[in-house]
């Protein structure tokens, strides 16, 4: 067993920021495409964490062009350039899936101010 744990904490990313459901977070990735590589940013606010460890995932959703868009991103992937915490939420449970059903204002999450 330590085998296994001594492997996976190996290719575990130490410099992750703090990031809690409810944080809007911009999260950049290196995408190949044919022979050339770019880096592309995906900015939404995080709805759920799963996991954890070397299998730690965040989903991250956004509205652009009036049509939600939600991405899976494993966050030890070797494919995840950085995560920025854009503005951190003040939300009071730990899966935010009732934002799906809500447009416009109602989708916002409160913005946590100093050490609340």
């Known amino acids: 067993m330590d085998l296994v744990k001594a492997l996976s ?5 130490p410099e992750l920021p703090p990031m809690n459901v409810g ?16 880096n592309q940013a995906f900015e939404g606010t995080i709805i ?7 299998n730690q ?16 991103f494993p966050v ?12 951190r939420g003040k939300v009071r449970r730990a899966k935010l899936y009732y934002l799906r059903d809500r447009v416009g204002k109602k989708a916002k999450v409160k913005e946590r ?4």
């Open 23 to 38: 944080d809007t977070v911009r999260v950049t990735v290196r995408i190949k495409e044919g022979n050339r590589e770019r």
């Open 113 to 116: 101010l100093g050490n609340n």
């Open 48 to 54: 759920a964490k799963k996991h954890g460890g070397i």
């Open 76 to 87: 030890h992937s070797p494919s995840i350039v950085s995560v920025e915490t854009v503005r």
């Open 57 to 72: 995932t965040i989903t991250v959703r956004r509205i652009s062009y009036n049509i939600g868009c939600e991405k899976v």
């Open 9 to 13: 904490e190996q290719y575990m990313k």
